[in-house]
Nanobody, 122 residues
């Protein structure tokens, strides 16, 4: 079975940094697209970043320069580092996976974790 479990969230002051982890099982990274999404209260899921099976990455303009996605295939772990945190980064952060090709759409990811809460205080 495919499983994804996020960790690393918490309460952080604005300007600080945080690294989220997603421990996975049941698939190999070179055949899957791995993504990080977030959902703020009352809003839809927003793509934060994804990493393709070949290791290439994508960041939307809203977070580019502050966020880094990475993975450790040996440890079956996906990471997301967020620097210069802002109160508007407050959200539940989810990792998600889908076979082969990446998508911008949350609905296209059939494997999802339960999320880890990030709260940024001003």
């Amino acid at each position: 079975d495919v499983q994804l479990v996020e960790s690393g969230g918490g309460l952080v002051q604005a300007g600080g940094s945080l690294q989220l982890s997603c421990t996975t099982s049941g698939f190999t990274y070179n055949n899957f697209c791995m993504s990080w999404y977030r959902q703020a209260p009352g809003k839809g899921h927003e793509l934060v970043s994804y990493i393709r099976g070949d290791g290439t990455t994508y960041y939307p303009a809203s977070v580019k320069g502050r966020v880094t996605i990475s993975r450790d295939s040996a440890e079956n772990t996906l990471y997301l580092r967020i620097n210069s945190l802002k109160p508007e980064d407050t959200a539940m952060y989810y990792c998600a996976a889908r076979a082969q090709y990446c998508s911008l759409l949350w609905s296209q990811y059939n494997y999802r974790g339960q999320g880890t809460q990030v709260t940024v205080s001003s």
